[in-house]
C-alpha cells in the first residue's frame, strides 16, 4: 500500500497487488496482480497489471491483462488496453478503449432463417 500522504517517483515493479492512496509519477508494472487506485490516490503513470480498479485519478495509459474497472469515482486520462473494460455510471473517462482483435476466434455462423411456407387457403 502507498498511503494518502506518500509521494512516489519513478518507477514500481511488484509481483503482489498493490493498493494506491497517495500520488504516483512514472510507471507502474504488476504484471500478475492487481492494481487498486483508491479514492484519494492520484497516478501520474503508465500502468501495466493483471487487473486494475481505479477509485481516484489515473494520467496515462492503462493496460489490464484480465480486465480495467474505472469506478463511479474515479476519473481516466489515457488510452485503456485490455479485454474486458467496466466503466461505472459517473465514472470519467477521455481517451481511447482498445480491447483487442478476435482474430484467433471463429467467426459466429448465423442461424438458419425459418423456413418460410405459403398459406394453404383451400382448407
Do not use: H, W, Y
Amino acid at each position: 500500500m502507498i498511503g494518502a500522504k506518500v509521494k512516489v517517483n519513478g518507477d514500481i515493479i511488484s509481483s503482489e497487488d498493490l493498493l494506491v492512496e497517495g500520488e504516483v509519477s512514472g510507471t507502474i508494472t504488476l504484471k500478475d496482480n492487481e492494481l487498486v487506485v483508491g479514492s484519494s490516490g492520484r497516478v501520474q503513470a503508465n500502468v501495466n497489471a493483471k487487473t486494475v480498479r481505479i477509485e481516484g485519478e489515473v494520467r496515462g495509459d492503462i493496460e489490464g491483462g484480465e480486465r480495467v474497472v474505472i469506478c463511479a469515482s474515479g476519473n481516466v486520462e489515457g488510452n485503456v488496453t485490455a479485454p474486458r473494460v467496466m466503466l461505472e455510471d459517473g465514472g470519467r473517462f477521455k481517451g481511447s478503449i482498445d480491447m483487442g482483435s478476435s482474430k484467433g476466434a471463429p467467426a459466429a455462423k448465423p442461424a438458419p432463417a425459418p423456413e418460410v411456407r405459403p398459406i394453404d387457403k383451400t382448407a
